[in-house]
Nanobody, 124 residues
């Protein structure tokens, strides 16, 4: 079992920055990849970014590449999503995710463990 708790979401103006955090507990955090997803009102949940178990590999959705950065601190059992140059279309509930076992496969598949989400609202 893995428990995930997101934090850091809030309202911000376009062009601003936010850093989201996701604290994990349960299985050994340093042994599995992590991902961030988001879901906007009326839309399906979509992939945002993922990071390997060591932090040495990452990938991003095209819509956020160059603006967002995923990182992790295995000593703190936490994964981060630094979001810069925010746009109104980034407005969504952001979720962290893992399957609790896969280290890295190149492409990230969502696992069974989700946090409760944190709301990000970007106003123009």
């Amino acid at each position: 079992q893995v428990q995930l708790v997101e934090s850091g979401g809030r309202s911000v103006q376009a062009g601003g920055s936010l850093r989201l955090s996701c604290a994990a507990s349960g299985r050994t955090f340093s042994s599995y990849a992590m991902g961030w997803f988001r879901q906007a009102p009326g839309k399906e949940r979509e992939f945002v970014a993922a990071i390997s178990w060591t932090g040495g590999s990452t990938n991003y959705a095209g819509s956020v590449k160059g603006r967002f950065a995923i990182s992790r601190d295995n000593a703190k059992n936490t994964v981060y999503l630094q979001m810069n140059s925010l746009k109104p279309e980034d407005t969504a509930v952001y979720y962290c995710n893992t399957d609790g076992r896969t280290r890295w496969s190149g492409s990230y598949r969502p696992g069974d463990y989700w946090g409760q989400g944190t709301q990000v609202t970007v106003s123009s």
